[in-house]
């Protein structure tokens, strides 16, 4: 379609990949949990967009956002110097950083949303790659790869079943 560069250009920077924080650094007993499959366990119960996207600047863009279009957006933020965990993170000296006070950048909808919910104030919306539909689209891949996942595991081919789970996640991880 066109702007093909542009419109990867904006999806790469929109994606950030996992959050993985640590809260409190020391502590007398401490606990660690793991999601078998996090990444495509949350893609079978997440809508996600598809189509053909379109590009949309100023005012439709922020409408579009506020219409509850769903797309990745880049926006002006106002997050709350009080936020106990800063949501959005913007790329910076190497690592990501989860800022308070004003706050630019490019963010998916589910990201802003999420800002929103935790009293951030969306700014301005500049512009978006927006989306017609979404749809849990990756539900039945994820369900059919688990299940091959299991297959192995019941056989008894450890080897194999680790292989596999690199199948589902393999729809993470990487947009360009």
Known sequence: FPYTTLFRSLARRG?????????RPRSD???RYDIHSSYSAALVRTPVPFGTPRLATGAEASRAFASGGEGIFAAR??????????????????????PV??????????ELRHAESTGARICSVDYGLIWPETSRIFAGWCES?????????AEGNAALARWIKWIANSLTGKVD
Do not use: K
Request: proline share 8%; charged share 15%.
């Open 15 to 23: 994606y950030y990949g996992g959050r993985v924080a640590v809260y």
């Open 145 to 153: 790869v688990w299940s091959w996942r299991a297959e192995a595991e």
């Open 101 to 110: 006070g004003d706050v630019s950048g490019v963010w998916t909808a589910l």
């Open 77 to 98: 933020v106002s997050v709350h110097p009080d936020t106990w965990i800063p949501p959005l993170p913007v790329r910076g000296a190497g690592r990501l950083w989860f």
């Open 29 to 31: 007993h401490g606990y």
